[in-house]
C-alpha cells in the first residue's frame, strides 16, 4: 500500500445528518427545500444561524441564485461561501472544501447543503440547459436526459466485459429490498428481478427500473471541528480520506471507468484500512452500471469483474456486500443536486449508528462516493470518501 | 436493409394534420460552423492550426495545447460506431413522436468521438461515414452512414427527416415556359415526385417544349402569372395544401445597369417579377407549407430558389438584375426563418449565367438548365441549403470568401 502524503483531516469532523423527506412533485421551490435543510441543520446541532460561519449549496434548480444569493435569503451572515455545481460529485466536493475551510479556520461551522424542486417542467429545463457541449451535441440528438449517453455507455460495457441485464438487474433489486426499510424512499413496492427484466425500454439496454425517478427534496450536513461538536454534544463522523477528480481518462474511447480509478489508491492510503475493512459502500448509482464500474474503480474487484462481483455478493442492508442501504436514488428518488448527497448522508447515519430500519449491524467504517456532469459523451466529475464513527 | 417506403394513400380530409415540432434549436456560436457545412453538405470539423489536432465538440480553445486557433476544415468522413442506442423514450417532444429513434457514438479515424444519428443500415463495431445535416430545426446535427451503399437507401426513415427528397412528394415549378422550369419538371418526375404542377402565365399561349411537357404523366399545367397577386392567391387556394416542394424558376433578366437605361419601367419589371413574384408565392404558398411540414411521407419540405451568383456581388453589365436578385436573396433569408417552425427548407441555388438566351452575349462557361435541375434535385435529395452551380458560381464564391473588395472592382472593370 502506498502513502499519502496529503494532510490529514485531523479534528475536523461531520455531524447532523439532514434529509427533507422527497415528494415526487412539489410546487415549491427550490429556495424552499434548502431553507427546510437550513432549519433542520440548526435544530439538529442547537445552535442558532448565526453561528453558521461557512456556507457550501449545490442545486439545479435555484434559477439565479448562487450561494451569495442564498444568504441574504436565509439570513446568514458567513465568512466562507462556495456555490459547487458539480451535480452528483457535489456532496464529495462540499465535504472535502469545507473541511479544509474548517481546519484553516476561515469557518468554525460550515452548512453543507443540496436541495432541488422538481416542478412537472423543471427536468426538462435542467436537460435544456444543462451544459454548451450537451447543449450543441447531444440534447438535439433527443438523447437529452442522460438515458441515451448511458445507455451507449452501459451497452460498450456489456460488450467490452460481459455484464448482463440481469447483472444490473440484481443491484437495482437489491435497492429496492433496502429501499422498503426507508420510509423516506418514493419507491414502496417490491421490484422482483422478473419485473425488472421485463420493464419497458427507454434507450436499449436502458430500461425503466435501470432509471431515477427526479424528484424535489434536500440533504445537508454539518462540518465543524471536533471541539466544536463535543461543545455541542453532537454525535460526530470522522473523515478519514477523500479523493476527487474531474475529466479522467479522456482518450478512453468509451467510458469503462470513472476517475476513481486514477486516484483510488492514494483513497485506501490516506484512510489506512483496505476495502475488505469497510462496514458498507454507498456508491453513486444513477445507472446500477455506473455503481458496477465503481466496484471496479474503487477497488472491491478488478476491471471487468463487476458483474461477477455482483454474481457472487448479496448487496441488501443484511447481505455479504451492504450497497446504498437507503435504497440509492435508484428507489429513494434524485432529487437534483440532492442526489449527490444522498449517499454521504446516509454514510453518515450508518457510522454513527442513527441509520435506524436500513442500519448495517456494527458499522463502524464506510465508503461513499460521488459520479456527476455527463457534459457531453461520459461523466466528468467523481470524488469519493471514507467516512468512520467514534468507535473506528 | 431498408423496406422502401409506400406511397402515400390519399389523406383523409376528416383526419387533423400533425403540426410540426423541432427537435432542439440552441446552439452555440461556434457550433454554426457546423451549419455552415451542413448547409453546403461539406463534412467539416474543427482543427487546431498551432497541433492540428481534430476536435468535437465545437470548441473556444484546443484541448490538446490552448490554442485559440481552432479552424473549421473539410475532414476525413470515416469512423467506426463504437456503440448505440434505441431511443424509445426521448424527453423530447419532437423525438417522442418519431421514436423508436437510433442514436451512435462514433470514432473517428482523425480522432474525435461524434454523437449521431444513425441510418438504419449503420452496425455496431462497423466502419461509417458521416455527414452533417440539417434537421427540422435547420440546426446542424451528424448523420452516419453505412460505408457502402445498400438497397432503399434514401428511403430510411431517419434520413428522410433530414432531406426533402421527392420521392413521392408533390412540387410546384413557377415557370413551366422557361426551359430551366421544363427541366426541373423532368428532373423531379425522374426523382420519384408523385406529382408536378406547373405554373404557366397566360397558358392558351403556346411556348416551346410544351407538347413535351403535356406528355409527361404526372405533370399538370396550372396557370400562374407570378407578378399578379391574385393570379397566385387562386392557385393557392386550389392547390396549396398539396405542395410539398415549391420551385421557384422565376426567370427575369435583363442586361444593364442604370446609367444606360432610361425611366423606370424596365428596373419595375424586374422587381414586379423577381421580388414581389416571390412575396406573392410566399404569402399564398408557405403558410400552409410551414403547417404541413410534418405530414408524413409527403410532407411539406422545401422552397427552392434558383438565383444568380451575381445576387452576392453585383455584375454591373447586368446590374439592375444583379440588384434584382440581391433582393430575392435577402428575402429568402426571411423565408427561411419564417418557415423553420416548420421544419420547411429554403435552398437557395446560385448559379453564374444560364446558357438560356437571356444570356446570349455573354462569354462560356455558362451553365446548362439541365444541369441546375440535377443541382436542385441533388440538393433535395442530399438536404442541402446553399448550392453553387457550375465554375463560375464556384469562382465567385471563393473570391468573395477571400476579398470581397477585388470581386467589386473586378466585376467592375
Same mark, same amino acid.
Given at each position: 500500500m502506498q502513502n499519502s502524503i496529503r494532510t490529514p483531516y485531523d479534528r475536523v469532523v461531520m455531524a447532523v445528518p439532514v434529509t427533507i423527506p422527497y415528494v415526487r412533485y412539489s410546487i415549491e421551490s427550490a429556495q424552499w427545500w434548502m431553507?427546510?435543510? @437550513?432549519?433542520? @441543520?440548526?435544530?439538529?446541532?442547537?445552535?442558532?444561524?448565526?453561528?453558521?460561519?461557512?456556507?457550501?449549496?449545490?442545486?439545479?434548480?435555484?434559477?439565479?441564485?448562487?450561494?451569495?444569493?442564498?444568504?441574504?435569503?436565509?439570513? @446568514?451572515?458567513?465568512?466562507?461561501?462556495?456555490?459547487?455545481?458539480?451535480?452528483?460529485?457535489?456532496?464529495?466536493?462540499?465535504?472535502?472544501?469545507?473541511?479544509?475551510?474548517?481546519?484553516?479556520?476561515?469557518?468554525?461551522?460550515?452548512?453543507?447543503?443540496?436541495?432541488?424542486?422538481?416542478?412537472?417542467?423543471?427536468?426538462?429545463?435542467? @436537460?435544456?440547459?444543462?451544459?454548451?457541449?450537451?447543449?450543441?451535441?447531444?440534447?438535439?440528438?433527443?438523447a437529452g436526459g442522460a438515458n441515451a449517453s448511458f445507455a451507449l455507455i452501459a451497452r460498450n460495457y456489456m460488450r467490452t466485459f460481459g455484464a448482463k441485464r440481469e447483472d444490473f438487474g440484481k443491484i437495482a433489486v437489491a435497492q429496492r429490498s433496502n429501499a422498503l426499510h426507508n420510509p423516506h424512499a418514493l419507491m414502496k413496492a417490491p421490484l422482483t428481478i422478473e419485473q425488472y427484466m421485463s420493464a419497458r425500454p427507454i434507450a436499449d439496454p436502458i430500461h425503466l427500473f435501470d432509471c431515477v425517478m427526479p424528484c424535489a427534496g434536500a440533504e445537508a450536513f454539518l462540518v465543524m471541528s471536533e471541539d466544536v461538536a463535543a461543545s455541542l454534544k453532537l454525535p460526530a463522523v470522522k473523515i478519514l480520506a477523500t479523493i476527487e477528480r474531474h475529466n479522467a481518462f479522456g482518450d478512453d474511447p468509451v467510458q469503462v471507468r470513472g476517475g476513481w480509478a486514477m486516484d483510488v489508491d492514494e483513497l485506501y492510503a490516506m484512510a489506512g484500512v483496505k476495502p475488505d475493512d469497510l462496514?458498507?459502500?454507498?456508491?453513486?448509482?444513477?445507472?446500477p452500471v455506473i455503481s458496477m464500474m465503481q466496484f471496479e474503480d474503487l477497488g472491491f474487484c478488478r476491471k471487468g469483474e463487476g458483474p461477477d462481483f455482483v454474481r457472487q455478493h448479496d448487496l441488501t442492508i443484511d447481505g455479504s456486500f451492504p450497497h446504498n442501504t437507503s435504497g440509492g436514488q435508484l428507489s429513494v428518488g434524485q432529487a437534483g443536486a440532492g442526489g449527490a448527497y444522498l449517499g454521504v448522508v446516509e454514510a453518515m447515519r450508518q457510522v454513527l449508528g442513527q441509520a435506524g430500519p436500513t442500519q448495517v449491524k456494527g458499522a463502524r467504517i464506510g465508503l461513499a462516493s460521488g459520479f456527476g456532469m455527463i457534459n457531453y459523451d461520459r461523466g466528468l466529475a467523481s470524488g469519493a470518501a471514507i467516512l468512520a464513527g467514534a468507535g473506528a | 436493409m431498408i423496406e422502401p417506403i409506400a406511397k402515400p394513400r390519399r389523406k383523409n380530409p376528416l383526419l387533423r394534420t400533425r403540426l410540426p415540432t423541432s427537435p432542439p434549436r440552441a446552439r452555440s456560436r461556434a457550433s454554426h460552423g457546423f451549419t455552415r457545412a451542413a448547409a453546403e453538405g461539406r463534412f467539416m470539423l474543427q482543427r487546431c492550426g498551432a497541433c492540428e489536432t481534430f476536435c468535437y465538440p465545437a470548441r473556444d480553445a484546443c484541448p490538446t495545447c490552448l490554442s485559440a486557433d481552432l479552424v473549421f476544415t473539410d475532414a476525413p468522413r470515416r469512423g467506426t460506431l463504437l456503440s448505440e442506442t434505441t431511443l424509445h423514450i426521448p424527453a423530447?417532444?419532437?423525438?417522442?413522436?418519431?421514436?423508436?429513434?437510433?442514436? %451512435?457514438? $462514433?470514432?473517428?479515424?482523425? /480522432?474525435?468521438?461524434?454523437?449521431?444519428?444513425?441510418?438504419a443500415d449503420c452496425e455496431e463495431g462497423k466502419s461509417v461515414v458521416m455527414s452533417f445535416q440539417l434537421d427540422k430545426s435547420g440546426q446542424a446535427v451528424a448523420f452516419a452512414h453505412p460505408e457502402r451503399e445498400t438497397s432503399n437507401m434514401a428511403d430510411d426513415r431517419q434520413w428522410r427527416e433530414m432531406t426533402a427528397d421527392p420521392k413521392f412528394r408533390r412540387a410546384l415549378v413557377t415557370n413551366g415556359r422557361s426551359i430551366v422550369g421544363q427541366e $426541373?419538371?423532368?428532373?423531379?418526375?425522374?426523382? %420519384?415526385?408523385?406529382?408536378v404542377f406547373v405554373g404557366v402565365a397566360e397558358p392558351w399561349k403556346p411556348f416551346r417544349g410544351e407538347d413535351t411537357l403535356r406528355a409527361l404523366e404526372g405533370v399538370e399545367i396550372v396557370p400562374l402569372d407570378i407578378g399578379d397577386e391574385k393570379s397566385v392567391a387562386d392557385l393557392a387556394a386550389d392547390i396549396g395544401g398539396k405542395v410539398?416542394?415549391?420551385?421557384?424558376?422565376?426567370?427575369?433578366?435583363?442586361? /444593364? %445597369?442604370?446609367?444606360?437605361?432610361? /425611366?423606370?419601367?424596365?428596373?419595375?419589371?424586374?422587381?414586379?417579377?423577381?421580388?414581389? %413574384?416571390f412575396v406573392h408565392l410566399a404569402q399564398?404558398? /408557405?403558410?400552409?407549407?410551414?403547417m404541413r411540414g410534418s405530414d408524413g411521407v409527403n410532407s411539406a419540405a422545401a422552397w427552392v430558389n434558383i438565383l444568380s451568383v451575381y445576387a452576392l456581388a453585383n455584375w454591373p453589365m447586368f446590374g439592375a438584375y444583379s440588384a434584382s436578385q440581391a433582393a430575392a436573396l435577402s428575402l429568402s433569408h426571411s423565408l427561411r426563418a419564417e418557415l423553420r417552425p416548420g421544419g420547411v427548407k429554403v435552398v437557395n441555388v446560385f448559379t453564374g449565367p444560364l446558357d438560356i438566351e437571356w444570356f446570349q452575349t455573354v462569354p462560356p462557361p455558362k451553365v446548362a438548365p439541365r444541369v441546375v435541375a440535377n443541382s436542385i434535385v441533388s440538393a433535395l435529395k442530399r438536404g442541402l441549403e446553399d448550392v453553387f452551380v457550375g465554375d463560375v458560381a464556384e469562382d465567385i464564391r471563393q473570391r468573395l470568401a477571400a476579398n470581397p473588395k477585388a470581386v467589386e472592382r473586378e466585376l467592375g472593370a
Open positions: 431553507g427546510r435543510a @437550513l432549519k433542520a @441543520l440548526v435544530d439538529g446541532a442547537g445552535i442558532k444561524p448565526r453561528d453558521i460561519d461557512g456556507f457550501c449549496v449545490s442545486s439545479f434548480t435555484a434559477g439565479l441564485d448562487s450561494g451569495i444569493g442564498l444568504t441574504q435569503h436565509f439570513g @446568514l451572515c458567513v465568512r466562507w461561501i462556495d456555490t459547487i455545481p458539480l451535480g452528483g460529485a457535489s456532496a464529495i466536493a462540499a465535504l472535502r472544501r469545507a473541511a479544509r475551510a474548517v481546519q484553516a479556520g476561515d469557518a468554525r461551522i460550515v452548512a453543507c447543503v443540496a436541495g432541488d424542486t422538481n416542478h412537472v417542467d423543471s427536468f426538462r429545463y435542467t @436537460l435544456e440547459n444543462f451544459s454548451r457541449f450537451n447543449q450543441d451535441a447531444v440534447y438535439p440528438y433527443g462496514d458498507f459502500v454507498q456508491t453513486y448509482d444513477d445507472y | 423530447d417532444v419532437h423525438f417522442r413522436e418519431r421514436a423508436p429513434w437510433r442514436v %451512435g457514438l $462514433v470514432a473517428m479515424d482523425c /480522432g474525435p468521438k461524434l454523437v449521431t444519428h444513425l441510418h $426541373v419538371v423532368a428532373a423531379l418526375k425522374a426523382a %420519384g415526385a408523385s406529382i410539398d416542394i415549391l420551385v421557384n424558376t422565376t426567370e427575369h433578366v435583363r442586361s /444593364g %445597369g442604370l446609367l444606360d437605361r432610361q /425611366g423606370t419601367s424596365v428596373v419595375r419589371d424586374e422587381i414586379d417579377q423577381t421580388y414581389l %413574384g399564398a404558398f /408557405g403558410p400552409a407549407m410551414r
